[in-house]
Nanobody
Framework: VQLQASGGGLVQAGGSLRLSCAAS????????VGWFRQAPGKEREFVAH??????STSYADSVKGRFTISRARNMAYLQMSSLKPEDTAVYYC?????????????????WGQGTLVTVSS
């Protein structure tokens, strides 16, 4: 499966942004989808995931209640609200055929290119 993330940009603190992840290839519906982010000088960290069926989601504590992950057909989305300057990072979408250890970036075999989100104070 091939992934392409988009939707990043510059937004003021408190604002909202929606990231999109377009998937191509076979059987995307059988993949779990995740979002990760990497801030300058930091490691790539888990943000959110949605199961292949779309019925199960999980979030990092730092974004819980502010971000919402969803999926439809060959797309996945990350709706980000109440953005903070510390949310500034390059955001990546990822896919895996399973659904285990979703917080572990090493468990994700497919990655899109990143999209930059900058939140100004």
């Amino acid at each position: 499966v091939q992934l392409q993330a988009s939707g990043g940009g510059l937004v003021q603190a408190g604002g909202s942004l929606r990231l999109s992840c377009a998937a191509s290839g076979h059987s995307f519906r059988s993949y779990s989808v995740g979002w990760f982010r990497q801030a300058p000088g930091k490691e790539r960290e888990f943000v959110a995931h949605v199961s292949s069926s779309g019925t199960s989601t999980s979030y990092a504590d730092s974004v819980k209640g502010r971000f919402t992950i969803s999926r439809a057909r060959n797309m996945a989305y990350l709706q980000m609200s109440s953005l903070k300057p510390e949310d500034t990072a390059v955001y990546y979408c990822a896919a895996q055929t399973g659904g285990s250890r979703v917080w572990d970036r090493n468990n994700w075999g497919y990655w899109g290119q990143g999209t930059l989100v900058t939140v100004s104070s």
